[in-house]
Structure formats: structure tokens, C-alpha cells
């Protein structure tokens, strides 16, 4: 038996004297809908009847303080309820959290936890299989994308010139992987072979100040340079191999400057303090619309404007105007096509039909899934622009939602 689904039940061909878009390919059951959107840089809160040919701003998305929450990127809606489940980044601590709009007021509140440090790059709920007496539930999935700290396993490469300071504390000083010590004092009196190498091998830890300028001295931490200074106490630690050499040797003795070149996957810690580095991480998440816990579905390659999907399986989803397929079974990202406009933020599907949002030419704009392109030119709402996530619901039930709770 074909699977039934629902996911933002609405439409864009509406009732008599309303905006249609006449193509056999695109949905028409001719039922009325309602678009909402979220305009980014203001927080005001859009709404396109499309029974009416009419554009209202519902008002603004803010708290009853009066906080009016800019910069919401990502948005869900689960037919039969008030709000709109909004995804919103708080600049005062870079955590993402969900936030309900009430799709006839705009008043704002933010509920249960936090989904964690990022931003929300696309959202889209989807009734799924397997759950409950009658093996459907509604989900939220949402991107997110987020910076990822790691300081435990840096890629550290580079050459240093030993300085000859021997106060205990800044004293060059190598530990190897059997726990044998060498320091400064031991290259003074050790030998050398005829390369000058006084040892090469493996150390877990090396502690070096530079000697030198800025030219003679340096790093690489994965793969990007990094500059090393002068009266700088550096500690390497983690799996290393490393060499420590002088530049000059007269009679099998050492006459010139020491210096390590070393190879870590590691840590460095400058003047006591850890250093870190940071990459992107991008995945889609489940999202409990009722207190905002996750649960991880797929790791991303790539950041995307927007995910549509009527199963929460596969999603279609965009990265300017790139569309792209992605499946959670397989963990796959294929790339379908191009979509007609680079302005595109956010995809939706209306019924059976993917629709895209154009932000900049305020078009609305039915797509093929099979190629990404237009199926057909689509519709100019009017006076609608700069909307990163839109959501359709079905008239009949405005303004009469199923209320859900605040608390």
C-alpha cells in the first residue's frame, strides 16, 4: 500500500478570483491556504491569502517584553496548531533555540532547552512511520550548523630555533615515548652525526621557546600558517616525531644554533593557554517541537538554505540556487540540479509540489524535483521579500488552530 503522508498541508491554487498557477504538473486541489513567513532583517511576520490576492503583516515576532526577535532563518508548522515552530540563534549566547509564533499574533516565546551552539540553515516538519497507535508521527528536522573547537588533535608542523634560555620553566626540555628526558644542557655536551642531527624519533611532549625572527621560525596548524614569537614559552604534546639538530658542526662538535623540527598530532598550549581550532559541522537533527530536545539523524557535508520533504526520509534541499537530493537511509547527498534564481532561501512542499520561494524577485515558483528547474513561471505575491522560511496552512482552520500550550 502506497504511503500517506502530510506535511504542510495547504495550496497554491486557490479558490475562484484567486492567484492560480495552471499547469496539470502542479497540485490543484484547489483547496484554499495561507503562506506565513518571517521576514529575517526585522522580525515581521508576513501572511499571503491566496483565496484573496491579499498580503497582510500579521506584525512583529517578539516576546510580551517586547523583544523582538531578529535574524529567524528557519521555520516548521504542523497542521492543526497555532504556532509556527521558529529557529532563532541568540546573539547573547550563540545558542539555537526553538522559539513558537503565533501565526495570528506574532507574540514570541522561547521553550524548553537549547539545541546547541549554531545557526539554523533550514527547517520542515514531516509525519513519519513507526510511531504510536497509528504509526505516524509529526517530526521537525532541522539543519543546523555549528563550530566545532578541537584542540586535542591538531596537525602541527614546523621547524623552531632553539633559544638557550635555561631558567627551569622555560628551558627546552623533550619528553620521549619511553619517558627518557633530554634538555637544553644535554644538547650542549651530547654528539652529533654528521648532519648535525643530535636526535630524531618519536616524544610525547616538547617544551621550546623561540630564539630567532620571525623569518627563521614557524608553523603550520592544519595547514594554515601560524606565527611564532619570540619571549613565547610553546608545549607540544600528543603523538610527535621530531628531529633536534644544529646548523653548524666543526670536528663532530656542534658550533651553531639548535633547532627542533617537528611533526605533532596534537595540542599546543602558548604561555600556558591551550590553543584551538575550529571547522564547521554541519547535520541534520530531529527536534521535539514539545521542549526542543534533538536527536542527530545525518551529517551534512555542506550548509543549505532550505530542506522541504513529505516523509522525512528524503529532502530536497538548496544551497543558493543548487538543489540537491538528500536521503537519511543511506546517508546520501546528490545534486539534482539548478534552480531557476540564486535568490531562492527557502523550498516547501505545497501538497505534492515542491515550491521555492524566490526572496528577491518575490516570486513563488513550482519545481521539478527531477531537474530543479521552474515547472512553470510561477506567481509574484507582492510586497514580500527577504523571507527565509515560509509555511503554508489550509484556511478552513484559521483562525480556529488547535492551541498549543506555552508552558
Same mark, same amino acid.
Given at each position: ?115 546547541g ?31 566545532k ?10 621547524? !623552531? =630555533? +632553539?633559544?638557550? *634560555?635555561? #631558567?627551569?620553566q622555560?628551558?627546552?626540555? &623533550? ?5 627518557? @628526558?633530554?634538555t ?9 652525526n ?32 601560524y ?21 653548524h ?10 633547532? !627542533? =623540527? +617537528?611533526?605533532? *598530532?596534537? #595540542? ?5 593557554? &591551550? ?5 564547521? @559541522? ?100 507582492g ?25
Amino acid at each position: 500500500m502506497q504511503k500517506r503522508t502530510r506535511i504542510m498541508a495547504g495550496l497554491i491554487a486557490a479558490a475562484a478570483g484567486g492567484l492560480a498557477i495552471a499547469n496539470s504538473d502542479v497540485d490543484s486541489t484547489y483547496q484554499s491556504s495561507a503562506m506565513v513567513g518571517i521576514r529575517t532583517s526585522d522580525g515581521k511576520l508576513h501572511r499571503y491569502d491566496f483565496s484573496t490576492n491579499t498580503h497582510t503583516i500579521v506584525g512583529v515576532v517578539k516576546d510580551k517584553t517586547g523583544k523582538t526577535f531578529t535574524g529567524i532563518n528557519a521555520s516548521s508548522y504542523i497542521t492543526g496548531n497555532m504556532n509556527i515552530f521558529a529557529y532563532w540563534t541568540d546573539p547573547d549566547d550563540g545558542l539555537c533555540k526553538l522559539v513558537y509564533v503565533n501565526a495570528i499574533t506574532g507574540e514570541a516565546v522561547i521553550v524548553g532547552t537549547d539545541l546547541g551552539t549554531g545557526v539554523a540553515g533550514g527547517a520542515v516538519a514531516a509525519q513519519i512511520d513507526g510511531y504510536g497507535l497509528d504509526n505516524k508521527r509529526w517530526v521537525n528536522f532541522v539543519i543546523l550548523q555549528a563550530k566545532k573547537v578541537n584542540s586535542s588533535n591538531l596537525k602541527i608542523v614546523g621547524s !623552531i =630555533n +632553539i633559544n638557550p *634560555n635555561n #631558567s627551569p620553566q622555560n628551558e627546552f626540555h &623533550v619528553t620521549k615515548d619511553n619517558n627518557e @628526558v633530554f634538555t637544553r644542557d644535554h644538547l650542549k655536551t651530547g654528539q652529533v652525526n654528521e648532519a648535525g642531527t643530535y636526535y630524531a624519533g618519536t616524544a610525547k611532549r616538547v617544551l621550546v621557546k623561540p630564539k630567532g625572527n620571525g623569518n627563521q621560525n614557524g608553523l603550520l596548524i592544519n595547514g594554515q600558517i601560524y606565527p611564532v614569537t619570540n619571549n613565547t614559552t610553546y608545549v607540544f604534546t600528543g603523538d610527535m616525531t621530531i628531529r633536534v639538530w644544529n646548523d653548524h658542526i666543526k670536528n663532530a662538535k656542534a658550533m651553531g644554533h639548535w633547532w !627542533i =623540527n +617537528i611533526e605533532v *598530532n596534537g #595540542s599546543i598550549e602558548v604561555n600556558g593557554e &591551550v590553543q584551538t581550532s575550529t571547522s564547521d @559541522v554541519h547535520r541534520l537533527v530531529r527536534v521535539d517541537h514539545r521542549d526542543g530536545t534533538i536527536e542527530h539523524s545525518m551529517t551534512l557535508t555542506q550548509m543549505f538554505d532550505s530542506i522541504a520533504s513529505t516523509d522525512g526520509v528524503s529532502f530536497y534541499a538548496n544551497n543558493g540556487d543548487k538543489l540537491y537530493k538528500i536521503n537519511v537511509t543511506n546517508e546520501t547527498e546528490t545534486l539534482v540540479g539548478t534552480l531557476p534564481s540564486s535568490g531562492i532561501k527557502t523550498l516547501e512542499f505545497v501538497g505534492t509540489t515542491l515550491m521555492a520561494f524566490d526572496s528577491t524577485s518575490d516570486k513563488l515558483i513550482p519545481i521539478n524535483k527531477d531537474t530543479g528547474g521552474a515547472i512553470v513561471g510561477g506567481v509574484t505575491l507582492g510586497g514580500i521579500t527577504d523571507l527565509d522560511s515560509i509555511n503554508f496552512f489550509p484556511l478552513k482552520e484559521d483562525p480556529k488552530f488547535k492551541l498549543t500550550s506555552y508552558d
